[in-house]
C-alpha cells in the first residue's frame, strides 16, 4: 500500500512570496489533515477534510492560508504573502475514518521563509 | 479544546537501560493516546497507542500506561538502543467524536548514549 506522498520536499522563499504544498492520501482514506511543525515542536493541525468537505479549519490563520481538497481525494494547501513565522515543515496525514483510525503522515514539506 | 503537556524534552540516557516519558491532559473525554517516533527529517510514525478501556499496553520493548483518573499516560521504553534516538511526541484526542482531533504534545529527544 503506497503511503502519504507530499510535494515539494523542500521550498525556499522571500517573505511575501506565496507557495503551495500539494498532498495525495492514502487510497480509501476519507480523512485528510494538515499539520504546521515549527522546528523542535509537536505537529499543529491547521485543517482537516471529511472527503471534500473542511470539518474544522479554526486553526488555519485564514487571511494568508488556504486549503482544498476539491474531489476529495488530493489537497492543497496554500500560503498567500509568506511571513519568517511561517518558516516550519508542513506535514499532511490521512485516516480511513475521521477520529476513527490512525492518522498516518506523509514526509512532509519543509518550508523556509527568509 | 485540550492541552497535552509532555514532559521531559530532552532525555539522555544509556544504552541497555529504560527512558519514560510522561503526559497529561485535560480533557476527561479524550479516549485515544497515541505515540509517535519521528527521526530526523522524516515523518512520524505510529509506535503504539491506548485507548481509555485499559490501563497498560506492551508492544515490542515499549510500555504504556494510562492513568484516567489522574489524566496522565506515559511510554516506557525498556533496554534503550541507540536506533531508538528519535523525538517522540504523545497526542490524545476523543475517538469517536466528529470534531475531535490529535492533540500533539511538544515532543521529547530521546538520546540514547552508547
Known amino acids: 500500500e503506497a503511503g502519504v506522498t507530499q510535494s515539494p520536499r523542500y521550498a525556499v522563499l522571500q517573505e511575501g512570496q506565496a507557495v503551495s504544498f500539494w498532498c495525495d492520501p492514502i487510497?480509501?482514506?476519507?480523512?485528510l489533515y494538515w499539520y504546521q511543525q515549527p522546528r523542535d515542536q509537536g505537529p499543529q493541525l491547521l485543517v482537516y477534510?471529511?472527503?471534500?468537505?473542511?470539518?474544522?479549519n479554526s486553526q488555519l490563520p485564514s487571511d494568508r492560508f488556504s486549503a482544498v481538497r476539491p474531489k476529495g481525494t488530493n489537497s492543497t494547501l496554500k500560503i498567500q504573502s509568506a511571513k519568517q513565522g511561517d518558516t516550519a515543515t508542513y506535514l499532511c496525514?490521512?485516516?480511513?475514518?475521521?477520529?476513527?483510525?490512525?492518522?498516518?503522515f506523509g514526509p512532509g514539506t519543509r518550508l523556509l521563509v527568509l | 479544546g485540550e492541552q497535552v503537556e509532555q514532559l521531559p524534552s530532552i532525555l539522555r540516557v544509556q544504552e541497555g537501560s529504560s527512558a519514560s516519558i510522561n503526559c497529561t491532559y485535560e480533557?476527561?473525554?479524550?479516549?485515544?493516546f497515541p505515540w509517535y517516533k519521528q527521526e530526523p527529517g522524516e515523518n512520524p510514525k505510529l509506535i503504539i497507542d491506548?485507548?481509555?478501556?485499559?490501563e497498560r499496553k506492551q508492544t515490542q520493548g515499549l510500555i504504556v500506561l494510562l492513568d484516567k483518573k489522574a489524566k496522565r499516560f506515559s511510554l516506557h521504553i525498556t533496554d534503550t538502543q541507540p536506533g531508538d534516538s528519535a523525538m517522540y511526541f504523545c497526542?490524545?484526542?476523543?475517538?469517536?467524536?466528529?470534531?475531535?482531533?490529535?492533540?500533539f504534545g511538544a515532543g521529547t529527544q530521546l538520546i540514547v548514549i552508547p
Open positions: 487510497s480509501g482514506h476519507d480523512t
Open positions: 497526542a490524545a484526542s476523543v475517538r469517536g467524536s466528529a470534531l475531535g482531533r490529535l492533540h
Open positions: 480533557n476527561s473525554a479524550s479516549n485515544y
Open positions: 491506548i485507548r481509555s478501556n485499559m
Open positions: 496525514a490521512s485516516s480511513r475514518q475521521v477520529n476513527q483510525d490512525t492518522q498516518y
Open positions: 477534510f471529511r472527503d471534500e468537505a473542511v470539518i474544522d
